[in-house]
C-alpha cells in the first residue's frame, strides 16, 4: 500500500516537533540553560535559552511536552537567572540585570570571555515575558514564574547601555568597558528597543528610538522597495515575539506599509537573488535560498569549475549586498513562513524531499549547506551542528503561521505594548487592546 501523503498541517507539526527536540536533548534540567550548539562541552547560549522558554507554550499546546514538565523546566530557569551572581567581576553570569552572550553550561558563569549582550539579553527576557503569560493559573508556582519574569525585567538598566548618540550598545566586557558599536540600522534590534522603552523601571525616552530609527537604510532591490538588511534572519526574530501585521511607527506610516510587509518584500528579494544568481553558485534557484548569519564550510579557498572560490566558517551572510560564500540556511526560510507562505512551502519541501537536509537529522535541520563547496550528500557539505537559535525560530514561526499563539501571549503583555507605543506604533491589535488591571 502506498503510505498516504500528510497534510500540511501533520508535516508542519513534524517540522516543529523536530526542532523542539533540541531543547529537550540539549538543555540542562537543573537550571534551564540551552546549549548554543550540538557540539561537546559548548556552552549555553542565553538566547537560545530565551527562545526555548518561549517555545515551551508551543510544546504543550502541541502535545510535545507536559503542562507539568513546561512549568517546571520554566521554573528552574527563571530561578537560576535570579540567582546568577551579578556584578562587574569577570566570571559573573551577568551585570545591571544584562547577561553574558555564552553561559558555562553547569555553572551558568561567563564563558570565553565573552560580551555581555544587550540584544541576547532582550532575546532571552523576551522568553521570560511569553512564558509569564502562558502561565497564567493562580497555582503557587506559576505566580512565581510571573513574579521572576517581572522582577528579571524590572531590573535589567536600559539606561546604562544607552550611547552617547541615544542609540543602544551592542555590549560591554568587565575588563575594557562599553563594546564600540551601536544598534544603528534596520535589523533584528526592533525588539531590543521595544523592550528598552517599554521598562517600568530604566525606560529609555522615544528619543533612542528616534536615533536607531534615524539610521536606517532603504533600498530597491529587483524593483521591489524595501528596509534594507542584508542577512535574513535580521527580518524575522523581532517578529518571533510581535506581530507587526497593521501597527506602524512613524517610518512606516511615511513608507505605507508595516514590518510584516517589510520582512515579506525581504524575503522575496533573497528568493529573486537566488534565482538571479549573480555569483553562480551551485544550486540556487527558486527554491533554494536562505542567505543569512550562519555556520559555513570553511575558512578555505578552492579553485572550482575554473572559479576561485572563498569559503567562511561562522559569518553574518547576506543578500542582495552582503556575505555570499555558496551557504544557505533552510531554518532561515523556514523562519519566514508567516511571511510569505506560497514561496517557502515549495522551498521547505525541495530541502525535505529532494536534498534530504531533514528527516535523517535528529533535531531536523541542521545550521546549512553549501553546494558549491562539495560533498557526499545530494545537497553537498552539510553543516555538522545544529543550533539552538536556529531551530527555536522554526518551533515559533511555524506557530506563528498556524495558530498566532506566540503573538497572542506577547500581545498580552502590557510592557510590550507600552514599548511599542512609546517608539510612536499604533493601529490594529494594539489600538483594540486594553492593558489589563495589574
Not at 38 to 46: D, E, G, H, L, T
Not at 79 to 89: I, L
Not at 336 to 363: G, K, T, W
Not at 410 to 419: H, L, P
Request: charged fraction near 20%; hydrophobic fraction near 40%.
Amino acid at each position: 500500500m502506498i503510505p498516504q501523503q500528510p497534510t500540511t498541517e501533520q508535516f508542519l507539526q513534524h517540522l516543529q516537533r523536530r526542532a523542539f527536540a533540541y531543547f529537550q536533548g540539549e538543555t540542562n534540567p537543573a537550571n534551564g540553560l540551552v546549549a548554543d550548539k550540538s557540539a561537546p562541552s559548548w556552552p549555553a547560549s542565553i538566547a537560545a535559552t530565551g527562545l526555548a522558554l518561549a517555545a515551551y507554550p508551543v510544546a504543550v499546546e502541541r502535545g510535545f511536552m507536559s503542562h507539568r514538565a513546561a512549568l517546571d523546566l520554566t521554573l528552574a530557569t527563571l530561578r537560576f537567572f535570579r540567582d546568577a551572581p551579578q556584578g562587574p567581576d569577570p566570571d559573573a553570569g551577568g551585570y545591571r540585570g544584562f547577561y553574558y552572550h555564552f553561559l558555562d553550561m553547569q555553572s551558568g558563569r561567563r564563558a570565553w570571555h565573552c560580551e555581555l549582550s544587550t540584544v541576547d539579553s532582550a532575546f532571552l527576557l523576551a522568553g521570560m515575558l511569553t512564558a509569564a503569560q502562558f502561565f497564567a493559573g493562580d497555582s503557587v508556582e506559576q505566580c512565581e514564574i510571573r513574579n521572576l519574569a517581572e522582577a528579571l525585567y524590572r531590573r535589567a538598566d536600559w539606561q546604562w547601555a544607552q550611547a552617547e548618540d541615544g542609540t543602544i550598545g551592542h555590549g560591554w566586557h568587565p575588563e575594557s568597558g562599553f563594546i564600540p558599536h551601536r544598534w544603528q540600522g534596520y535589523d533584528e534590534g526592533l525588539l531590543l528597543y521595544v523592550l528598552a522603552l517599554g521598562s517600568p523601571t530604566h525606560p529609555l525616552p522615544s528619543s533612542a528610538y528616534t536615533a536607531w530609527a534615524s539610521t536606517y537604510e532603504w533600498k530597491r532591490c529587483y524593483g521591489i522597495d524595501y528596509l534594507y538588511c542584508a542577512p535574513l534572519f535580521t527580518h524575522q526574530l523581532s517578529h518571533v515575539w510581535i506581530d507587526f501585521r497593521g501597527i506602524q511607527d512613524a517610518c512606516m506610516r511615511a513608507a505605507g506599509i508595516d514590518y510584516f510587509e517589510n520582512s515579506r518584500r525581504a524575503t522575496q528579494i533573497q528568493r529573486l537573488y537566488a534565482i538571479d544568481n549573480p555569483l553562480r553558485f551551485n544550486g540556487y534557484g527558486r527554491d533554494e535560498w536562505g542567505i543569512t548569519a550562519s555556520d559555513g564550510p570553511g575558512p578555505a579557498r578552492l579553485r572550482i569549475d575554473g572559479v576561485d572560490r572563498q569559503f567562511y566558517d561562522y559569518e553574518s551572510r547576506g543578500a542582495p549586498y552582503g556575505l555570499d560564500d555558496g551557504t544557505l540556511a533552510p531554518w532561515a526560510v523556514v523562519a519566514s513562513l508567516p511571511f510569505a507562505p506560497e514561496i517557502v512551502m515549495p522551498a521547505i519541501h525541495h530541502c525535505v524531499h529532494h536534498l534530504q537536509l531533514h528527516d535523517h537529522n535528529r533535531y531536523g535541520f541542521k545550521a546549512t549547506y553549501n553546494s558549491t563547496f562539495g560533498g557526499q550528500s545530494a545537497a553537498g557539505w552539510v553543516s555538522p551542528w545544529h543550533f539552538g537559535l536556529n531551530l527555536g525560530p522554526i518551533v515559533l514561526m511555524i506557530e506563528n503561521h498556524r495558530s498566532g499563539l506566540p503573538w497572542k501571549l506577547t500581545s498580552g503583555c502590557g510592557w510590550i505594548r507600552d514599548g511599542l507605543r512609546r517608539a510612536g506604533f499604533e493601529g490594529g491589535w494594539l489600538n483594540a487592546r486594553v492593558r489589563p488591571e495589574s
